[in-house]
């Protein structure tokens, strides 16, 4: 998709893109996490053309409602509306809307898609020691492994709120900082939850055929024997098939680092 600037030009809105030729009805106010995608940017000062786009959209395209920024690893994508569903009428109205769009005989959205946007949380750029500021360090590199040593989750009840759950974890991460520990929180609004992990490690860290792991590795797995849930230990069976087995406490785990 293009994600040069529009240029100029005389507009033209197919009235037959807008059912009962409502233009603008489609771009519904909803939580929704479905949008429709206008432009991709990458590459040096992304976010500035990206902000200018928008910025042009909105100017240029107000039928089409208010497009924003959707962040992706070290681009940044100009979406517009909050759908719950591809599937929903407002979500193909505003589709067919920006596809139809007309400058001079160029359709500058010819290309748009509905894609599903990620979590509010995760869309915001990574503060320090966010485990995706790790990430954005190795771009492109699958063998990127962390030690994770605690979770936090509402456990989908309304016992806890989802901002105590990341503010239990980003806490977690400052004590192990000030130790001199290489921590780090990741949060997933979805599942609201949110996982402190330790260290961060290559494709050595895990040897599938000896089944061990690497020295440095092995040594935060004895420095934190016990993976906490909402800071507690939780006991788990030896045997997960065995109802009489021995329980014991809940490990450490290695888990490779998200790509976004």
Do not use: C
């Amino acid at each position: 998709m293009d994600d040069d600037l529009l240029g100029d030009g005389d507009l033209v809105l197919d009235p037959s893109a807008t059912r009962a030729g409502r233009p603008g009805s489609a771009a519904a106010v909803s939580e929704g996490r479905w949008s429709v995608l206008l432009g991709t940017f990458t590459g040096a000062g992304s976010r500035e053309r990206a902000v200018a786009f928008a910025q042009d959209v909105a100017r240029r395209f107000p039928a089409l409602g208010s497009p924003f920024l959707e962040g992706r690893g070290e681009g940044a994508m100009v979406v517009v509306g909050r759908f719950e569903a591809p599937s929903d009428a407002s979500a193909q109205e505003t589709l067919g809307l920006a596809k139809a769009i007309s400058i001079d005989g160029r359709r500058p959205f010819a290309a748009a898609m509905l894609i599903r946007r990620t979590s509010a949380v995760d869309a915001t750029p990574p503060r320090p020691h966010d485990l995706r500021s790790l990430r954005a360090t190795a771009p492109g590199r699958r063998d990127l492994y962390t030690l994770q040593i605690a979770v936090w989750s509402t456990m989908g009840t309304d016992e806890i709120a989802p901002e105590s759950v990341r503010g239990e974890a980003e806490a977690m991460v400052a004590r192990l900082r000030r130790q001199g520990l290489e921590a780090w929180f990741h949060h997933d609004a979805d599942s609201e939850t949110s996982t402190v992990t330790v260290g961060s490690f290559g494709s050595d860290a895990y040897d599938s055929r000896s089944t061990l792991y690497a020295p440095e590795v092995e040594r935060l797995m004895r420095q934190f024997p016990k993976q906490l849930v909402n800071g507690e230990e939780l006991l788990v069976r030896v045997d997960p098939g065995n109802p009489r087995s021995q329980m014991r406490p809940l490990g450490p785990r290695l888990v490779e680092v998200p790509l976004d």
